[in-house]
C-alpha cells in the first residue's frame, strides 16, 4: 500500500504543476481545474522516490515539475500495469498507460539529458470520483 505526497494541478498544458491542498476527480473526465482534465491521461501518478533519485543531476526538482497530478509514496509504476484497478482516497482509477514520450519542450531532459516520465509515470482513468488529499491511501483493488 501506497500514500499520497502530494496533489498539484496546473493551469496550461505544457507547464510545471504546482501543489494544492486537494484535487477533485470527476469520473471519466480527470481533475477539476486542471489544464489536462478532460484529456485521454486523465490523471498521472508519479513516485516521490524516484524525483528524490533525479535530484543527484538536478537539486532543485519538486513535486509537480514532472507535470503529475498524484506524486504517490511507496507505489511504483514497476508493481502496476495496465487495466490494474488502484484506489486513492476514496476514488478508484484503472491504469491506462506506463510512460509516455516527453514533449520536445520538456525542461528536465533539456537540462538533465533525460526523464523518468517515459518509463516512471502512471496515467489512469476516473472510474469513481471524489476528492484526494495528501496522506490518503493508495491500495491496488484486486
Do not use: W
Not at 34 to 63: N, P
Not at 105 to 110: D, E, F, L, N
Amino acid at each position: 500500500m501506497g500514500i499520497v505526497h502530494a496533489v498539484n494541478i496546473s493551469d496550461k498544458k505544457g507547464e510545471k504543476k504546482h501543489e494544492v491542498e486537494t484535487i477533485t476527480l470527476r469520473e471519466d473526465f480527470g481533475v477539476e481545474n486542471d489544464a489536462h482534465g478532460g484529456s485521454e491521461r486523465q490523471v498521472s501518478l508519479l513516485a516521490f522516490e524516484r524525483i528524490e533519485d533525479m535530484k543527484k543531476d538536478l537539486a532543485t526538482l519538486k513535486v509537480g515539475d514532472f507535470a503529475e497530478n498524484i506524486t504517490t509514496i511507496g507505489i511504483a509504476a514497476s508493481s502496476l500495469e495496465p487495466g490494474m484497478r488502484i484506489a486513492v482516497g476514496d476514488t478508484l482509477l484503472e491504469i491506462t498507460q506506463i510512460g509516455k514520450t516527453c514533449h520536445h519542450g520538456c525542461s528536465i531532459r533539456k537540462e538533465v539529458g533525460y526523464c523518468i516520465m517515459p518509463k516512471e509515470g502512471v496515467f489512469g482513468k476516473v472510474l469513481r470520483g471524489g476528492t484526494v488529499t495528501k496522506g490518503d491511501g493508495i491500495e491496488i483493488v484486486r
